[in-house]
């Protein structure tokens, strides 16, 4: 049976719901306030707890988190390994195309001549250029779109969506990007993904009980 745009978006409901109202929200915010009071706002609320597990956290939007979680899916479905690597590849060329494209500064360089107002996190390399978009913000809701369409329980896509979000947040607080670096690079992982599984996953191959298996075999 063809898989259409409409039914990815009610397999991923429990993600995409929650995702709209943010981004509505997101995007009042950037109408509202200017790009240095948003950054100022975000960069006031540190504490040391957050220093420590942003630092950590940042590192769930790696790439190389959706390699390992595509190889894991392997084991159980190639099929399901499948979108969640090429979903991976397929937005990280179009982050990094943009970036290239865009080339806008980070916000250390952005706010050079205000930097005593800025908080930075001990330890934690700062970048300068190609900022937007996010590309861990990309890779983690490409990843969490992926995992709720692919997992049986549909109500774990909130729990994804929340660690996502987590992800991104962790860019603004560790002053690696901006604001719209984040709500952009989250678009893009959501958007372009769904329109991907909507395309890929309706080809004969994928729906073979070959590509349903894994390099696990059960009975």
Known sequence: MKTGLLD??????????PYLIALGICLVIGLVYTKAQIYFTFNSWHFAFGDVFFALWTNMGDGIICVLIAIGLLFFNYRKGFLMGTSYIITSIIAQVLKRIIATPRPVIYFKAEASKMYLVKGVEMLETLSFPSGHTVSAF???????????????GLVFFVLAVLVGYSRMYLSEHFFEDVVGGSAIGVIVTVFW??????????????WNKGLIKTR
């Not at 990815?8 to 719901?17: A, C, G, M, R």
């Not at 599984?197 to 070959?210: G, M, P, Q, V, Y």
Request: positive net charge; glycine residues 0%; charged residues 25%.
């Open 142 to 156: 490409s990843a969490a779109v992926v995992l709720t369409y692919i997992t049986p329980r549909k109500t774990w």
């Open 197 to 210: 599984i909507t395309w890929i996953d309706n080809k004969a191959f994928l729906r073979s009980e070959k």
């Open 8 to 17: 990815v978006l009610k397999q991923i409901k429990f993600l995409f719901i």
